[in-house]
Each structure stands twice: as structure tokens, then as C-alpha cells.
RNA sequence: GGGGCGGUAGCUCAAUUGGUUAGAGUACCGGACUGUCGAUCCGGUGGUUGCGGGUUCGAGUCCCGUCCGCCUCGCCA
């Protein structure tokens, strides 16, 4: 139908004679003269339908195409007398001979011109067959498709073998909620979408693969996030008989080679940084290190005051204080800002943030404002610990530790975001080592394991772990284990561990857990089972594929950079699922619905 | 499950203290126009103000309920 794209032609296809096929992006008409910007996945191309070259009645329809119409042009090409250097095409134009409309079009409820008036996310979801036809969702589609052909085109060159693996999985006992799948032939009994193919790759890997690759499809029935979506992708991976660093370089490689070819940046070698680290300086286990605003531990030094708030967090079990400096922002620092960053906090269950300014004194610099009259007594050991300078501001955290350092973490990355702190042009890559195994619910009073309970303690860990008792807590909270995340600029692109390949460890895991032998070998004895039979060492990793193309467009949102994306609750607004079935369906599969 | 923001023409938005016939841009339709690239100019069609109830002489606006979209806390090994 076509000879060429809409994004093809050029200045030396002069007076060729072409056929080009896409949909009306905008039409300029002059009466007698009617420009129509045909486009396609390829780019734009001028059409000009001129009465002086073709007849009045040519004209006239092409003067009258409604935008999306979706037409068939034939023509000669000519160079144009005024290029437009904004598209790759814009030196020519096809003077039209002949139009047809292959497909009239409804008036669009997106229309895919109009970028900078995009409908609300509702009607783009609703409509995506429209909003995909914006050169932007074909510019993330392209990217996406990218990523995923430099991934399979690395660890192919690596040796690594792309395999497939169930979507109708076991249940498993921890970790996210399930998506369930009734069984017609097994009345009473559910299949459970994968969480990720995390077991079956161990498989694999039993089964002397060595190295596995697959692009996959995880689903987690969880409250969805800006993020996090309940199904998506993962580039899954995982190798036998290596070590962690043998894994980290693998997949530091990977990722450089990624960014070289798709964003045309070459990454330098990945920091690395200990969870105990990350959570002591950042706040968190994935730091955005783009910029400073460090919690810095200040709990002797308030220890020495009678301020009533830092006394009574330092009572607290694991009770601290902690400080951010702001340098160079008490202008900023307005005391209604500084209010609102008391409210902000308290959704992390802090109090708030005691704050004060430091200024200039008439022996050297010191506090003012806010708590500033509370912790006068070590404000000059307060302001040298913190590197202060005049016209800075400290925000204080108090509390038990782990409410300090979640609530200061999240205040340090709405400060730097505020006070716009953050190199936008920046690449800060870093992998996060040393986990802990387990983590302790207080409420519940059981651990859980923090990456997924398949994860190896560090060897030089296991002796330690094996000989752990149930209740001895503070024991278990700090044993290491061989996991890693790898982390982009605050975001968690990436996740993995070295895995357990011995039964006894596998199984003390399970015990630690609070999983009984009967249901350890009523849900996992398939794993238990293949642990008998000479498991390789072996470790892997899982990056999430969305948030790849998150990153590598800079898009702050997974919607937009899938095809067909989800609400927020769930739905898929084109097609109506989830949607009711036949009571008929329910029967055969056993099910009764109680809604 | 909790908190927040939003829903008005196909689309993006406006509408004073609750007050006349709910407006504008764009898309669409008609007309003028031969070098546009956000074409321009003139005219026109287009509304269950998400839905249901209430208060009021009078509701887009206030109240209650509900649905939908987004953000967020809990949640996500």
C-alpha cells in the first residue's frame, strides 16, 4: 500500500514518486492550498495538496480531512521553500496526485497533536488505542522494546539461555497477596499467578542451566503507587556456581551497557554502601545520594539537654536523635514551611521536626529560633558536628530509631526536592550489600525474611545462623545476608541474592520464619526435595523492567511506560476487566461468589 | 482500610457571596483565503455540571450518600 514511511523521505527523494499511508495529524488549508501532516509510528511527512498541481476537487477533500483520519496519499516528492528544521522530514513535502480515505474517524477523545493539552489519565486509558498513536507512547514503546532487545542481545553474548516458566504457580505462604486461579479439574484447589519466577529459576538452575535469562510478567495483588502496578515486568535472571561479585559485575556490566546504547551515557564503576550504611546516613535502604542533607546521629550531644522531646525519645527502646543540615536555607525555611514539615513527618508516625537556624554570634556562630533556647547548652558542639555554617537551618528527628530514620528520610528527599537540591542531569547508580535476613515484627512477634526466604546468610554468616534459637531475637536481627539491590538515583531498579543451596540452611530459614516442618513440606518439598540432589551455588537478580523505562525517559509514572496500564484499582478501563462471568463458569469451576 | 486533590461541551478549562439564557479555547460543521508548519478571519452545532438524595424562592456552587481518576499512609518477601 505504501512505498515509504511518513518518516523517511528526504531531500534526495526529490521527484520520486511515492505512496505514503498514516493518519492526519494537522491540517493547514488555504483554500485553493492545503498542507495535511501525515503521520505514522515513523515520523511526519508534509502533504500538500496545491491547485495548481492537482484538481480543485483533490483540494477540496484534502482541505476537509478531519484530524485521525486515517488516509492513503500518492504524490511527488519536492524539496519545500521554506524547511522546517524541526522534523527529520522537513525538507520535502509530497505533492498529493491522488487521496484515499482508507478510514473516517469519530471526533477523538485524544488527539494526538495536541501534547501539551493531554485529556485526563481516565479518558487516555479508556481510549489508549488513541493516546498510543502520540509520538511520545511510540517514542516509550520504541524504548521499551529497546531495552528489552539490549538485555536479551548482552546475556545471550554472555551465554545466558532464555527460558520460560509458569504463570499457573503454587501459592506461596509470605510476601505479597496472591492473585488466585480456580482449578476446573481439581475442584477446590487454586493456582496463584507468579509473584516473580523466583523458585522455578532455583529450578533451573538444579537442573544445570547455569544461566538463565527471561523477561517476565509478576503479579502482586498489593495498593498500587506511582511505581508499582499489580502486574508487571521483570528482566529475571540467575547463574550457577558464582559468587556475589561475580553477580554484581555481570549485572553492572548489563546496566552500563543499557545506558550506553539507550541513553548514551557510560556509568562509571557502581558505589556500594551496607544497609546499616544506607539506613544510618539516608534514612533508607535506597539512597538517592544526588545530593547531601545527611542524617547525622546527635543523641550524646541532646542527651545533655533538658529539651523535653529529645529526653523522652532518648528514653525509648533504640530511642536517637538525629540531624539534617540545610545549608545555606534559612531564607527558605519559612516557619510555615517548617510547620508543614512537622505534619509531614507525623504521617510516619514522628512527632515532628524540632528545627532551629544557625547565625552569627559575638563569639563565633550560634543557634536561634525554633528549639533553639532547648539545646543552647550544645549548640557550639551541636553546629561542629553538623559541618554548620550561618544561614543554615537543622531539622531534627526524635524518636525510636527506626521511626527516626524513616520519618528524616523521607523529610531529607521533600527538603531537597523543595529547595529543588536534586542534579537532575545525574546518573548516581550504587548497589546496596548486607541486608539483614530477617525482620523482626514486634506485633505479631515473628520475623520476616527481608528479601524472600530463599535468600543465603553470607558464608561467613551460616555458622552463626544455624546455631540460632527461635527466641533469640537480637541474634537473628543481626545476621547478613548475601542479598543486594542495585539503586538509581533513589529507586530500587534492581534486586537479587546469593541463594541457599543447602537443605539445612533452607530449612532453618523456614524454622526462624515460624514455618512448621508440616507446612515447610506441605508447600516447599518440591525445594526441599531437589536440595537433596547436588544443587549448584547460585545467585541471581530481578530488575524492574518499568521502572528501566522510568528512568531511561526520566517518566515519573508506570502508567506511561506501559501499554495497556491499570487503574488504581485495578480496573482496565478499555477493555472493562474485571468484569462479571456466567454463574455457569462459577459452577464448573467450583466457585461461589459471596459478593 | 485512613487522609488529600479532582470530575462542568468530544477534549482542556472558566463561572464573584448561592442569583439573569452555564462561558472560552480547541476539536467538529459551513464560509473566505496559494506557502502553511499552533495558519488566519467570519459564522454555526455541541451541556443529565459523574450519579442519587437533601437544604433553599433559587444549587455547577452548600449538606449527606455514592461512583470514577490521581496522589499518599498502611501494604508491597
Request: aromatic fraction near 8%; glycine fraction near 8%; charge should be negative.
Amino acid at each position: 500500500m505504501r512505498t515509504h514511511t511518513c518518516g523517511e523521505l528526504r531531500a534526495d527523494h526529490e521527484a520520486q514518486r511515492v505512496a505514503l499511508c498514516g493518519w492526519v495529524h494537522a491540517r493547514r488549508g488555504h483554500g485553493k492550498l492545503v498542507f495535511v501532516d501525515l503521520r505514522d509510528r515513523y515520523g511526519l511527512t508534509q502533504i500538500v495538496f496545491d491547485a495548481e498541481d492537482a484538481p480543485e476537487e483533490l483540494v477540496d477533500r484534502g482541505g476537509r480531512l478531519p484530524l485521525e483520519t486515517c488516509v492513503r496519499v500518492e504524490g511527488v516528492v519536492r524539496r519545500r521553500r521554506d524547511a522546517n528544521p524541526k522534523i527529520p522530514t522537513g525538507e520535502v513535502e509530497v505533492v498529493a496526485d491522488a487521496l484515499e480515505v482508507l478510514s473516517e474517524t469519530a471526533n477523538p477523545p485524544v488527539i494526538p497533536a495536541h501534547e501539551d493539552e493531554l485529556p485526563s489519565e481516565e479518558v487516555r486509558m479508556r481510549h489508549r488505542y488513541l493516546d498510543l498513536r502520540r509520538p511520545a507512547m511510540q517514542r516509550m514503546l520504541a524504548t521499551r522494546h529497546r531495552i528489552t532487545k539490549v538485555a536479551r542481545d548482552f546475556f545471550d553474548r554472555e551465554g545466558f539461555l532464555e527460558i520460560e516458566t509458569p504463570v499457573l504457580c503454587r501459592s506461596t505462604p509470605e510476601g505479597a497477596r496472591d492473585f488466585l486461579v480456580p482449578s476446573r479439574k481439581q475442584a477446590g484447589m487454586w493456582y496463584a499467578l507468579p509473584q516473580s519466577p523466583q523458585l522455578f529459576k532455583q529450578l533451573l538452575m538444579m537442573s544445570g542451566c547455569d544461566k538463565y535469562l527471561q523477561i517476565c510478567r509478576c503479579f502482586r495483588d498489593e495498593e498500587p503507587r506511582f511505581d508499582r502496578q499489580a502486574e508487571f515486568s521483570q528482566i529475571d535472571l540467575e547463574m550457577s556456581f558464582v559468587t556475589r561479585e561475580q553477580v554484581l559485575d555481570v549485572m553492572e556490566r548489563f546496566v552500563r551497557e543499557l545506558w550506553r546504547e539507550v541513553v548514551g551515557f557510560e556509568p562509571g564503576p557502581f558505589p556500594r554502601m551496607s544497609y546499616h550504611e544506607a539506613m544510618e546516613r539516608f534514612g533508607i535502604d535506597r539512597p538517592d545520594t544526588r545530593y547531601g542533607l545527611e542524617l547525622v546521629d546527635v543523641s550524646d550531644l541532646a542527651q545533655k539537654t533538658d529539651f523535653r522531646v529529645f529526653r523522652d525519645a532518648l528514653a525509648k527502646e533504640r530511642g536517637t536523635v538525629r540531624a539534617i543540615r540545610v545549608p545555606d536555607a534559612a531564607d527558605r525555611l519559612t516557619r510555615k514551611v517548617l510547620d508543614g514539615y512537622s505534619k509531614f513527618v507525623q504521617e510516619f508516625g514522628a512527632g515532628g521536626v524540632p528545627w532551629t537556624k544557625i547565625v552569627a554570634g559575638e563569639s563565633g556562630p550560634g543557634v536561634e529560633g525554633g528549639v533553639a533556647k532547648f539545646i543552647a547548652p550544645i549548640a557550639s558542639a551541636l553546629i561542629e558536628r553538623m559541618e554548620g555554617e550561618v544561614g543554615d537551618v537543622l531539622l531534627f528527628g526524635a524518636d525510636a530509631r527506626s521511626v527516626c530514620l524513616k520519618a528524616l528520610g523521607e523529610l531529607r528527599q521533600k527538603v531537597a526536592r523543595d529547595l529543588d537540591l536534586i542534579d537532575e542531569s545525574a546518573w548516581n547508580f550504587l548497589w546496596v550489600l548486607d541486608f539483614p535476613m530477617f525482620e523482626y515484627d514486634g506485633e505479631e512477634r515473628r520475623f520476616y525474611a527481608m528479601h524472600h526466604p530463599f535468600t543465603s546468610p553470607k558464608s561467613e554468616e551460616i555458622e552463626r545462623f544455624l546455631g540460632a534459637e527461635t527466641g533469640e531475637i537480637e541474634l537473628i536481627e543481626s545476621i547478613v545476608s548475601d542479598g543486594y539491590d542495585m539503586v538509581l538515583n533513589g529507586n530500587e531498579i534492581g534486586g537479587g541474592s546469593i541463594r541457599i543451596h543447602r537443605q539445612d540452611v533452607q530449612k532453618k530459614v523456614f524454622e526462624l520464619l515460624g514455618i512448621s516442618e508440616s507446612e515447610a513440606h506441605e508447600r516447599f518439598s518440591f525445594l526441599m526435595e531437589a536440595l537433596r540432589y547436588g544443587p549448584p551455588p547460585m545467585g541471581g537478580i530481578a530488575f524492574g523492567l518499568d521502572r528501566l523505562v522510568m528512568q531511561v525517559l526520566g517518566i515519573d509514572n508506570i502508567r506511561d511506560v506501559m501499554a495497556f496500564p491499570k487503574t488504581h484499582t485495578g480496573q482496565d478501563l478499555l477493555t472493562g476487566a474485571p468484569g462479571p462471568v456466567d454463574p455457569e463458569q462459577l459452577e464448573e469451576l467450583h466457585v461461589r461468589s459471596t459478593a
